[in-house]
Antibody, heavy 119, light 111 residues
Framework: EVQLVQSGAEVRKPGESLKISCKGS????????IAWVRQMPGKGLEWMGI????????RYSPSFQGQVTISADKSISTAYLQWSSLKASDTAMYYC????????????WGQGTLVTVSS | QSVLTQPPSVSGAPGQRVTISCTGS?????????VYWYQQLPGTAPRLLIY???NRPSGVPDRFSGSKSATSASLAITGLQAEDEADYYC???????????FGGGTKLTVL
């Protein structure tokens, strides 16, 4: 079974750093893109960026460029999303999703990681 | 403001048919890029409902169907059931942004 399992919920203070993860299984991790999608409370889905674990080629939405870093460790089939200095406005649910090609379907999705940033 | 435009809400009685529109532009849907639809049940992650404009993954009931024309796409749900109450999102690729874009989402209420 193809599966993406994300790390657990996190609570941080403004200004702190954070790295969340997404582990793939059941398929060739290096042959598919992994995307990150943000969903703020009560809002819709926003595409943040994407990485190809095979060569770590990462692309970012203009809205998120410079705000987050997407990386991957193919040796452990895991993709990451990280912040160097969190803001309260980063409070959201973050999903990872597998994508076969740029612009292709997102399937499957991880279960989501809730990030809460509060002083 | 989302690049793809969806109605915020639609509703229908059990057994009825509803459609959800997704309107884009020449840099995404109108540029020939495929459209995908996702269903997000309350408190859960989105799941793929329609791929490549009109195809259903295995396990998705044939009550769900998709279509695409010019700069827009539509999701139709026939024989509405209470379990269909969810948020629905369209997705495509945008050449101007060089990345994926989503619609703002449509909340389906089964009356």
């Amino acid at each position: 079974e193809v599966q993406l399992v994300q790390s657990g919920a996190e609570v941080r203070k403004p200004g702190e750093s954070l790295k969340i993860s997404c582990k793939g299984s059941g398929y060739s991790f290096t042959s598919y893109w992994i995307a990150w999608v943000r969903q703020m409370p009560g809002k819709g889905l926003e595409w943040m960026g994407i990485i190809y674990p095979g060569d770590s080629d990462a692309r970012y939405s203009p809205s998120f460029q410079g705000q987050v870093t997407i990386s991957a460790d193919k040796s452990i089939s895991t993709a990451y999303l990280q912040w160097s200095s969190l803001k309260a406005s980063d409070t959201a649910m973050y999903y990872c999703a597998r994508q076969g090609a740029l612009g292709g379907r997102f399937d499957p999705w991880g279960q989501g990681t809730l990030v809460t940033v509060s002083s | 403001q989302s690049v793809l435009t969806q109605p915020p809400s639609v509703s229908g009685a059990p057994g009825q048919r509803v459609t959800i529109s997704c309107t884009g532009s020449s840099s995404n849907i109108g540029g020939g890029y495929d459209v995908y639809w996702y269903q997000q049940l309350p408190g859960t992650a989105p799941r793929l409902l329609i791929y490549l404009n009109s195809n259903r993954p295995s396990g998705v009931p044939d009550r769900f169907s998709g279509s695409k024309s010019a700069t827009s796409a539509s999701l139709a749900i026939t024989g509405l059931q209470a379990e269909d109450e969810a948020d629905y999102y369209c997705h495509s690729y945008d050449s101007s942004l060089s990345g994926s874009v989503f619609g703002g989402g449509t909340k389906l209420t089964v009356l």
